[in-house]
């Protein structure tokens, strides 16, 4: 008459998979407030693909951008954000890195456009991120640091010693 007469099911205990969930849920939090506090920006790029990963918000801050802007600029756009002399030397560095050893961290200084035109040196510290199943590198990750204060204070200095060192002359020869 169409009513059920027996049923047949199986439990499962599902706790350990609902924990681990959790706590990657949790470590996920971690890391993205991590990433958020911190005063300079972090990316992964793909290499292969030419696009980022992962972007904190410090970039888009520093360039007066969105992240989602940034993104969809490409690879020529957010060329475009690099000083024209310093483009070259980022292309190759981007080649460099995908001979770089799993560990090995390599540094590179730039020049970006910022807000209001506004020139910022950048130092950005690599890694091997991840590879593909042929060992190729394919991600890395950056830590990307405004250096522009640092920059500005190496200028005075050199100029203060220069000046020094002309005075040493000048007693030197009087």
Not at 66 to 86: A, C, F, K, V, Y
Not at 146 to 173: G, M, P
Request: hydrophobic share 40%; proline share 2%; charged share 30%.
């Amino acid at each position: 008459h169409g009513n059920v007469q027996r049923m047949v099911g199986i439990d499962v205990d599902v706790t350990a998979i609902q924990q681990a969930e959790e706590k990657l849920q949790e470590n996920k939090h971690l890391l993205e407030q991590t990433a958020l506090a911190s005063p300079d920006a972090i990316t992964i790029y793909n290499l292969t693909r030419k696009q980022p990963v992962y972007l904190n918000n410090c970039l888009a801050e520093w360039v007066g951008r969105t992240n989602e802007e940034l993104l969809s600029m490409g690879i020529e756009g957010r060329l475009q954000l690099i000083h024209p002399d310093d483009r070259l030397r980022m292309l190759h560095f981007n080649e460099k890195m995908k001979e770089a050893k799993d560990g090995e961290l390599l540094t590179v200084e730039y020049r970006i456009f910022g807000k209001d035109e506004k020139m910022l040196w950048i130092r950005s510290r690599c890694k091997v991120f991840q590879r593909d199943a042929a060992g190729n590198v394919t991600s890395i990750l950056s830590v990307l640091q405004d250096v522009t204060e640092a920059k500005a204070s190496e200028r005075v200095l050199k100029s203060l010693n220069a000046s020094l060192e002309k005075k040493n002359q000048e007693l030197a020869v009087a």
